[in-house]
């Protein structure tokens, strides 16, 4: 009853695209804002952008102006558009709810950004 599925990540180089997918259950959609966080080998997971249950957006300052995210909730599903991509986005990308992420996560995509 709780599912989170990613993909749409991948290897890109400096500058490129990607758009990754994060398909939901339809109860973390009903009752919370959605996040995109990415973790990379030997730190903590930090958030990259949410989105609320009215559709407010919020980003981290390191992806402002680069990475959109948005909500299809006809299919729940979240999107994150990742645009000029940089060596330093490399990382796990995972989706969960916000601000109170549930407590099992899915198994996240990779990110890989070549200079």
């Known amino acids: 009853q709780v599912q989170l599925v990613e993909s749409g990540g991948g290897l890109v180089q400096a500058g490129g695209s990607l758009r990754l997918s994060c398909a939901a259950s339809r109860s973390i959609f009903s009752m919370s804002g959605m996040g995109w966080y990415r973790q990379v080998p030997g730190k903590s997971r930090e958030l990259v952008a949410s989105i609320s249950r009215g559709g407010s957006r919020n980003y981290a300052d390191s992806v402002k102006g680069r990475f959109t995210i948005s909500r299809d909730n006809a299919n729940n599903t979240v999107y994150l558009q990742m645009n000029s991509l940089k060596p330093e986005d490399t990382a796990v990308y995972y989706c969960?709810?916000?601000?109170?992420?549930?407590?099992?996560w899915g198994q996240g995509t990779q990110v890989t950004v070549s200079s």
């Open positions: 969960n709810r916000w601000p109170v992420p549930d407590n099992l």
